[in-house]
């Protein structure tokens, strides 16, 4: 890691660019577990509620359900939104990345080039984040002898099982949701990043590691909690038509949840995806800025 003061550029030979990636995705997996069962289940009484059930009936490996694959996507679908986003503010502001730093893009085109990697990363995400939501739900304790086998043997199964049951179609449930989710959110997300970094570096100089750091933490809390309801929305379209009933549409799924439980149901999971935010979107932003200097 590079000292406070000193630019990610200096030390570009110690990128570690996957390693930090996917370590805040193994560190912030039990927090997203949670957040999924908060949105989906309606058992618990709370995140504490939530934690001590997981680990009494599912010992610590409840809060790993699901991660593998979420692990081998992170960097297809990282590069997918970064690449995107890197390359589309080239062809908006005809300037590559080292001339940025002496004439920075202007935010409309930050935006804009972060809801293009939003939307185009969204349905690579999809069959993925589907998996990884069915399987964090499944809150059977881990296969005993004489216990009923979960619904899905691991996540190899859960896409077999879906292709079998849905087709091919099967595996984009909740896709429309996850791309309303993102396209905005992610604009947002790099929008944050670019003015926090602007805001603590002097210009035509590259952000310090601190910087990077605290601005992509705060990047990724803001766009999560902008996308926290459309994020519960995403959510149940992926659970529904299993236990609960399959709803008619997005529209559909979004007035039962309020005619249900109230408006407080957008906001579930806020919390605990705040949490999550800072560090993984911290180390990621991190790798990201090693990579594009490196590479530069
Ligand atoms: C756009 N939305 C807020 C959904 C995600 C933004 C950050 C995504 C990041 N890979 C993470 O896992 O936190």
């Known amino acids: 890691m590079t000292g406070a003061g000193e630019s990610v550029i200096n030390n570009p030979g110690r990128r570690r660019a996957s390693g930090p990636g996917a370590l805040g995705l193994v560190l912030g997996h039990p927090f997203d577990t949670v957040k999924v069962r908060l949105q989906t289940q309606t058992t618990y009484q709370g995140i504490i509620d939530c934690m001590?059930?997981?680990?009494?009936?599912?010992?610590?490996?409840?809060?790993?359900?699901?991660?593998?694959?979420?692990?081998?996507?992170?960097?297809?679908?990282?590069?997918?939104?970064?690449?995107?986003?890197?390359?589309?503010l080239l062809v908006l502001t005809a300037t590559s990345h080292q001339e940025r730093r002496a004439q920075p893009p202007s935010y409309t085109h930050v935006f804009i080039a972060g809801c293009t990697g939003g939307f185009l990363q969204a349905y690579c995400l999809a069959p993925f984040d589907l998996i990884k939501v069915r399987l964090q739900n499944q809150t059977e304790p881990r296969a005993q002898p004489g216990s009923p086998p979960p619904?899905?043997?691991?996540?190899?199964?859960?896409?077999?099982?879906?292709?079998?049951?849905?087709?091919?179609?099967?595996?984009?449930?909740?896709?429309?949701a996850l791309t309303l989710r993102d396209t905005p959110t992610l604009g947002i997300y790099f929008v944050t990043y670019e003015w926090l970094c602007r805001q603590s570096t002097p210009d035509g100089q590259n952000p310090s590691s601190a910087t990077v750091l605290v601005a992509g933490g705060f990047a990724g809390i803001t766009s999560w909690v902008t996308a926290t309801p459309l994020d519960v929305i995403k959510s149940r379209m992926q659970m529904a038509g299993l236990e609960q009933r399959a709803y008619r549409g997005l529209l559909d799924c979004v007035v039962s949840s309020v005619r249900q439980e109230g408006l407080?149901?957008?906001?579930?999971?806020?919390?605990?995806?705040?949490?999550?935010?800072?560090?993984?979107n911290a180390v990621t932003f991190l790798s990201y800025e090693y990579l594009l200097h490196s590479w530069g």
Do not use: D
């Open 52 to 88: 001590v059930k997981t680990y009494r009936h599912e010992s610590l490996l409840g809060f790993f359900k699901g991660m593998s694959f979420p692990i081998v996507s992170i960097a297809v679908v990282n590069s997918i939104l970064f690449g995107v986003y890197s390359n589309a």
């Open 264 to 280: 407080g149901v957008f906001f579930r999971g806020l919390t605990i995806n705040s949490a999550r935010a800072f560090p993984v």
């Open 151 to 176: 619904r899905y043997q691991g996540p190899v199964h859960c896409a077999a099982s879906i292709f079998q049951a849905e087709g091919p179609r099967g595996l984009f449930r909740g896709a429309w």
